[in-house]
């Protein structure tokens, strides 16, 4: 798989700085694909508010902490991160690098992958959490009133 790579040789060694934002990108969405997904169907208009939210919550404990489905895709998340890390340095293993270029280039993508992919998800949580607050809340509301016909 080649991310952002013009170059058509197999000896070229992978690009660091797209690398990063495309593994930080995946890991953070891997992350939040619990109220990532919801939002981006409701908005599609595939599924309603009441779906929604309890699609949500499926992930989260009563009282709103992070449950075991939300664990277990931070552990999704760090699993991404890990394999786009290995495969990173299968790629660069392939290339005619300085072992020193290589060390280093690995240990700048470990760093940028952790402050980046948690940037992400961090972004993806703020952005989800408005984005529930200010359109799938009220369609569920709306959704309970219409069902109760009130």
Known sequence: MRFFSSSTSDDAPPRLWAWAMQL???????????????????????????????????????????GLGAWALRGVAVAVGLAGIWRYHRRQAQCRLDPARKRRNLALLVALVAVLGTGAYLTFEALTAW???????????????????E
């Open 24 to 66: 930080a990108t995946s890991v953070g969405l891997a992350g939040m694909l619990c109220c990532v997904a919801p939002a981006v169907l409701f908005a599609a208009g595939l599924m309603g508010g009441v779906y929604a939210i309890s699609f949500a919550n499926v992930f989260y404990a009563p009282d709103g902490s992070a």
């Open 131 to 149: 984005y529930f607050d200010a359109y799938v809340v009220p369609a569920q509301q709306a959704e309970y009133e219409a069902l109760s016909g």
